[in-house]
């Protein structure tokens, strides 16, 4: 496609260009044209990535990617356009203080309205920005916590993909498998942080948050043990596991019967080394392996 592309554009030269200004004109912008025809080719059969594998992702690497789309996306563009109008509308200030037609009250009256409606945009992104670094500080203080646990031979995975969806973290240990929810909340400024987990629920205040974080991470523990029975052919219990960091979390008697561990993320590596011993090392290896082959194909 794009050769044609080039064959038609060198054609229109042909009969224009040539024609208005000459066959010396031509002929250089050919040659440039032909040039970086030639090294474009260059750069793409010579040379490759040094990296065999997609490298395995960071802890918050797609909050990071959308903090990156909001502050470019919602912030940057804004203001740009914002500073164009204001431009022009003082170019327009000088023509007429000049003396020199036309008024700029038009212009003034457009950058008014692009600044208003700018100014409206970039806050709201703002309070995104806020909580999109809120929740990719506290992922990445999380995967911090549970470096402690490769000691011990665990293998730790961080920002996992699915449709739609992103599990933070998975620990594949001795213990067994667990994905790992983060929810970074601010704290008050005074008085206790403390939350309560019921068994089924997390209250701030006794009143039930938003989104129900236990909901979030049992579908998650769902779709990873299905993933691992369809690519190991061995079915593994997954623990879930939400943790909250910097709150004090207080369980109720219901809670100690929930297949969910609900934390602060300081004590999740002790709750993991201390588990009962439920896969060999060779189990571990097995979907460390099948898991990673995952990560590097989506």
């Not at 080719?41 to 909050?63: H, I, R």
């Not at 038009?106 to 809120?134: E, P, Q, T």
Request: hydrophobic share 40%; glycine share 6%.
């Amino acid at each position: 496609m794009f050769l044609g592309l080039r064959d038609d554009f060198l054609f229109w030269f042909d009969c224009e260009v040539v024609r208005n200004h000459g066959s010396y004109v031509y002929q250089i912008l050919q040659g440039l044209i032909l040039f970086n025809r030639k090294l474009g080719v260059k750069g793409v059969t010579s040379v490759k990535s040094p990296l065999k594998a997609k490298p395995l992702n960071n802890p918050g690497e797609s909050l990071d990617r959308k903090l990156q789309d909001v502050l470019y996306d919602e912030i940057f563009y804004s203001v740009l356009i914002s500073v164009f109008v204001v431009i022009m509308t003082l170019v327009e200030c000088l023509r007429w203080y000049m003396q020199a037609p036309p008024s700029p009250l038009v212009y003034a009256v457009a950058a008014g309205i692009v600044c208003s409606y700018s100014a409206w945009k970039v806050r709201k992104a703002l309070k995104k920005v806020k909580n999109i670094k809120l929740g990719r500080d506290g992922e990445k203080a999380v995967g911090q916590f549970l470096e402690s646990l490769r000691e011990s031979g665990a293998k730790i995975f961080h920002d996992i993909q699915g449709e739609k969806f992103n599990l933070d973290h998975v620990v594949i240990h001795s213990s067994g498998i667990y994905v790992i929810e983060t929810k970074t909340l601010s704290k008050p400024n005074r008085g206790e942080a403390k939350l309560v987990f019921d068994g089924s629920r997390v209250l701030k205040n006794n009143t039930e948050m938003d989104r129900n974080a236990i909901i979030q991470v049992t579908a998650a523990s769902g779709w990873l043990r299905e993933l691992l029975q369809s690519s190991t052919g061995h079915k593994f219990p997954i623990r879930p596991v939400v943790v909250y960091p910097g709150w004090f979390i207080q369980p109720t008697i219901e809670a100690k019967s929930s297949d969910v561990w609900v934390l602060n993320p300081k004590a999740l590596p002790a709750f993991i080394s201390n588990s009962k011993a439920t896969l060999s090392s060779e189990q571990v290896n097995m979907c460390s392996h099948h898991l990673s082959k995952h990560i590097r194909a989506s």
